[in-house]
Nanobody
């Protein structure tokens, strides 16, 4: 079982950048597909980005494509979400998640392991 802890959230102006680290413990993340999700107030949790455990291929939600980048450092057992050109609509709690699924894994129900979340607020 893997434990996940996100950090790096905060308040940023529109157009700014943030980098969210997710530190894993318990098991190496190299054996998991790692995902990022977010949940805005009053809305359902939505997929943001993922990196497959094998090959490092990535996938992004259309809303963040070209602005966000997911990466992983297996030596540090961590995954990151670099967020550039932030918009007020990116305001949400951001969650890191892990799954052993071999599927596309863009749905939150496919991820059994979750961090506690980190708040990102983008002001206009």
């Amino acid at each position: 079982q893997v434990q996940l802890v996100e950090s790096g959230g905060g308040l940023v102006q529109a157009g700014g950048s943030l980098r969210l680290p997710c530190a894993a413990s318990g098991r190496p993340i190299s054996t998991y597909t790692m995902g990022w999700f977010r949940q805005a107030p009053g809305q359902e949790r939505e997929f943001v980005a993922l990196m497959w455990w094998r090959g490092g291929n990535t996938a992004y939600a259309d809303a963040v494509k070209g602005r966000f980048t997911i990466s992983r450092d297996n030596a540090k057992n961590s995954v990151y979400l670099q967020m550039n050109s932030l918009k007020p609509e990116d305001t949400a709690v951001y969650y890191c998640a892990a799954t052993s699924s071999i599927n596309t894994a863009t749905h939150d129900y496919e991820y059994p392991y979750w961090g506690q979340g980190t708040q990102v607020t983008v002001s206009s």
